[in-house]
C-alpha cells in the first residue's frame, strides 16, 4: 500500500501534525490489511480442511462420505428441475490379480491412474469419487441413459487400452460399469441409483467383464 502526501506552491509545508495524521492513517489501514489478510487465510483454511476432508488420498478424487452428500445434492436437483442424473459404478477387473502378479505399490498406481484418467473424462459440473477398493462412482448431472452409455464405452475403452505402471512393467486393467438413471421406477432415492448401478455392475461381471450393463 501506498500512502502519498503531495503540497503544491501555494500550500503550507507540511509540518509534524501532518506526519502524525499520515502515520495515524497508515497504522489504521495496516491494522486493516493485516484483518483481511486474517480472514482471508482462516477462509483459505477452512476450505482446505473441508477439501482434505472430503478427498480421497491415493486418488484424488472425492471419498465416499463426500460422494453421500452429493448423491443427495444431485438427486434432490434432479427431482426439483425435473432432469436426469446418471450414475456410473466403475471396478477394476480382476485387481486382486494384479496385485498379487505386479505388486500392492502397482495396484495403486493403477487405482491413482484411473482415478485421474476419471477425471479427465468428466465435466466441471459432474462427480468423481472412489467408492471403495476398486471401485468408483461417477455422477453425470443432465445426462440421460443414451449419453451414460456413450460416457462408459468411451471410460472402457481409454482403460482397456492404456499401459499403467511404468514402461519398464507395464499393467494392463479393464473395468466393468453398471449405469443407473434417475427418474427410473426403480430408484427413488440416491440410494437406490446406487443401488441399481451396483446390481447392473454384478451383472456387467456374470457377462464376461470389461464391459458396461444398464
Excluded at 482462516?42 to 480442511?49: D, F, H, P, Q, Y
Excluded at 448423491?71 to 428441475?81: A, H, I, P
Amino acid at each position: 500500500g501506498i500512502f502519498f502526501l503531495r503540497t503544491t506552491a501555494e500550500d503550507t509545508p507540511l509540518n509534524a501534525v501532518d506526519v502524525a495524521f499520515a502515520e495515524q492513517v497508515s497504522r489504521a489501514a495496516a491494522q486493516a490489511l493485516e484483518k483481511a489478510y486474517d480472514l482471508e487465510n482462516a477462509v483459505l483454511g477452512r476450505e482446505e480442511m473441508k477439501a482434505l476432508a472430503e478427498t480421497d488420498p491415493l486418488t484424488g478424487t472425492f471419498n465416499r462420505r463426500a460422494l453421500t452428500d452429493k448423491m443427495v445434492q444431485e438427486v434432490e436437483r434432479s427431482s426439483r428441475y425435473q432432469t436426469t442424473l446418471a450414475c456410473l459404478m466403475i471396478d477394476v477387473d480382476g485387481f486382486k490379480q494384479i496385485n498379487d502378479a505386479h505388486g500392492h505399490l502397482a495396484g495403486d498406481a493403477v487405482l491413482r491412474d484411473v482415478g485421474a484418467l476419471l477425471r479427465s473424462a468428466v465435466r466441471s459440473v459432474d462427480v468423481v469419487a472412489r467408492y471403495g477398493g476398486e471401485e468408483f462412482v461417477v455422477l453425470l448431472p443432465e445426462t440421460d441413459r443414451a449419453g451414460a452409455r456413450v460416457f462408459a464405452e468411451r471410460v472402457r475403452q481409454k482403460v482397456a487400452t492404456t499401459a499403467f505402471g511404468t514402461p519398464e512393467r507395464p499393467v494392463h486393467a479393464t473395468v466393468s460399469i453398471g449405469i443407473s438413471v434417475y427418474p427410473d421406477e426403480r430408484v427413488g432415492d440416491s440410494e437406490g441409483l446406487l443401488q441399481v448401478a451396483d446390481q447392473n455392475l454384478y451383472k456387467a461381471k456374470l457377462d464376461g467383464r470389461n464391459r458396461y450393463h444398464d
